[in-house]
């Protein structure tokens, strides 16, 4: 199966800063990369799908970039609404999520 | 309004059986894969099973292969999941979630809420 291994597993940022949360492949899944925001207590919400395609009325402060095996997910200008946990998932084979990068007020 | 509602959870004992299930509303439901995606408390996600709209392909994690069986009954547009074999491991949160096309190579665009199974003696 192909692993997924998000960077950093957490991160500590403000208001208004910019924020670059990292996913790897263990072997190429070519843009079959999907980013997920999760709020405490409530089901994930798909925020980018094939890599870097903005999901339908999510915030264009939100984009996702890469193909192969790296890739990222970054946020300008970072709003109090965005502090959450982020995952990435691989659709390419067998599915697998990343183990998720908690980004936290500081 | 697009909607996901699980149920089926709940206490079972180890080595015992649950079924999931997942009632869909407001789509075309023989269109879409479904999945089911669990959570262990305190812990990330992690992706469970999937079925094609006809039925035809199936897949399952590794950790599950063997214990769990997935299955829908279009026209109730509902989707299913069979769990034998529990163990505490299998304790989580489980959502069911739709593909949002039809190849299930872009994501998980709708979710339910979720429903707990629980693993214990």
């Known amino acids: 199966d192909i692993q997924m291994t998000q960077s950093p597993s957490s991160l500590s940022a403000s208001v208004g800063d910019r924020v670059t949360i990292t996913c790897r492949a263990s072997q190429t899944i070519r843009s079959y990369l999907n980013w997920y925001q999760q709020k405490p207590g409530k089901a994930p919400k798909l925020l980018i799908y094939?890599?870097?395609t903005l999901q339908s009325e999510v915030p264009s402060r939100f984009s996702g970039s890469g193909s192969g095996t790296d890739f990222t997910l970054t946020i300008t200008s970072l709003q109090p609404e965005d502090f959450a946990t982020y995952y990435c998932q691989q659709s390419y084979s067998t599915w697998t999520f990343g183990q998720g990068t908690k980004v936290e007020i500081k | 309004q697009v909607h996901l509602v699980e149920s089926g959870g709940g206490l079972v004992l180890p080595g015992g059986s649950l079924r999931l299930s997942c009632a869909a509303s407001?789509?075309?439901?023989?269109?879409?894969?479904m999945s089911w995606i669990r959570q262990a408390p305190g812990k990330g996600l992690e992706w469970v099973s999937y079925i094609s709209g006809s039925s035809t392909y199936t897949n399952y994690a590794d950790s599950v292969k063997g214990r769990f069986t997935i299955s829908r009954d279009n026209a109730k547009n509902s989707v299913y999941l069979q769990m034998n074999s529990l163990r505490a491991e299998d304790t989580a949160l489980y959502y069911c979630a739709r593909a949002m096309d039809s190849s299930a190579r872009y994501g998980l665009d709708v979710w339910g809420q979720g429903t707990t199974v629980t693993v214990s003696s």
């Open positions: 094939a890599a870097s």
């Open positions: 407001a789509f075309t439901f023989s269109d879409y894969y």
